[in-house]
Nanobody
């Protein structure tokens, strides 16, 4: 199974980015999928998850600003990130849980003026 992220980049504070994660197989096989992020010198942080049934959860730091969604027909999940802050700067990793955690390669998000 492969997970491939796209959509990272650089944006000014207050801006938006949309990350996408494409899976090489049917995502309904996974119990859940989501996003972690890791900033330089910090531990990896869980950002958002979405279950097979579509239930979502968010870190307190991103609630109200980020939205996770899934498209079962396309085997993708997205992370819409609005009102971005400099502290959102990190490498964002897509993951899938099928009993084991499967990781994407990561995509850089930089929020800076």
């Amino acid at each position: 199974v492969q997970l491939v992220e796209s959509g990272g980049g650089m944006v000014q504070p207050g801006g938006s980015l949309r990350l996408s994660c494409a899976a090489s197989r049917n995502i309904l096989n996974f119990y859940a999928m989501g996003w972690y992020r890791q900033a330089p010198g910090k531990q990896r942080e869980l950002v958002a998850t979405i279950s097979r049934g579509g239930n979502s959860n968010y870190a307190d730091s991103v609630k109200g600003r980020f939205t996770i969604s899934r498209d079962n027909a396309k085997n993708t999940i997205d992370l819409q990130m609005d009102s971005l802050k400099p502290e959102d700067t990190a490498v964002y990793y897509c993951f899938a849980n099928d009993g084991l955690l499967i990781w994407g390669q990561g995509t850089q998000v930089t929020v800076s003026s």
